[in-house]
């Protein structure tokens, strides 16, 4: 697995980004046809609905968590496919098996909870703790509070801050106060925790605006197939692999285990038989 080194920032180019010019209609058009290219059939499609399973952060950000359900996701995390389903399939569970998400992702509240459960478990290596940080979903709050809460997240033992952009700085075309910003939740995170950046795309008004991670608002295997293929095709196999991409996600998982299911019995499954917990 190729293991990204780590970032060293760039300065600010803005001539590159006032130079971006994005023709949605034409991108839609060849992702479309890109993502339609290959066709996944029997156990081909089993083994690319695998490898989305390990490239998931799964995700509880409720209002309502608590250490029961983070840890029932911890669990989860380790053991995404039931284990006779699993078994068919020509795996089982064991210390090297490299079926399991690639992370959980929690509130900074929660974090604690979540090493503490994956330490218990003997999987804190294999199974990263993601935490979303900086005011998390709308990016509202003082800069201050934001970069506090990452490094409160940092210190509980999150390996991985997924911090949200304050968007009203896109909009308004205020690039280097967004960079700026972005500078100083990198240092907040210290050496050891990986950045990346949630994008709020239905906000920012056009492509122009967008960089990418490709990851939330994935819900079923067809979606997360499409980006596999589309990952695959334009930037190589070696980015398919949870170091480089993720599916943040919580329906991802049970609609995966639904289609595998389905693969290995001939018979689609009740939803409520592959619930998340």
């Not at 608590?66 to 389903?85: G, M, Q, V, Y």
């Not at 399939?89 to 503490?116: M, R, W």
């Not at 490094?151 to 106060?177: F, M, Q």
Request: glycine residues 8%; contains cysteine.
């Amino acid at each position: 697995m190729m293991i990204p080194e780590r970032n060293p920032g760039c300065e600010l180019d803005l001539g590159w980004i006032n130079s971006v010019n994005v023709n949605l209609t034409a991108v839609n058009e060849f992702a479309k046809k890109l993502s339609t290219s290959r066709e996944l059939k029997n156990e081909y499609r089993a083994a690319w609905l695998l490898k989305a399973v390990t490239c998931i952060d799964l995700t509880t950000l409720a209002g309502d968590d608590t250490h029961s359900n983070i840890a029932r996701l911890c669990f989860k995390a380790a053991k995404p496919i039931a284990e006779d389903l699993l078994n068919e399939l020509g795996f089982e569970y064991n210390n090297t098996s490299p079926i399991h998400t690639a992370a959980v992702c929690v509130y900074p509240s929660k974090v604690q909870d979540a090493v503490e459960t994956l330490k218990y478990m003997g999987l804190a290596e294999k199974i990263k703790v993601a935490s979303v940080a900086t005011g998390f979903p709308s990016g509202q709050t003082p800069l201050k509070t934001r970069l506090e809460e990452i490094r409160y997240a940092v210190e509980k033992g999150a390996k991985e801050i997924d911090i949200v952009i304050d968007r009203s700085l896109v909009l308004t075309g205020k690039w280097e106060t967004l960079y700026q910003e972005i500078q100083q939740m990198k240092e907040a995170c210290g050496p050891h925790a990986h950045m990346k950046a949630i994008l709020a795309t239905g906000e920012l008004g056009t492509l122009d605006n967008v960089g990418l991670k490709p990851a939330g608002g994935v819900r079923n295997a067809k979606d997360a197939l499409s980006w596999l293929i589309l990952v695959k095709e334009l930037l190589g196999h070696e980015w398919l692999n949870p170091e480089l991409f993720r599916f943040g996600a919580s329906g991802l998982l049970g609609d995966l285990e639904c289609n595998l299911y389905e693969y290995v019995t001939g018979k689609y499954p009740a939803a409520y038989e592959f619930s998340m917990g």
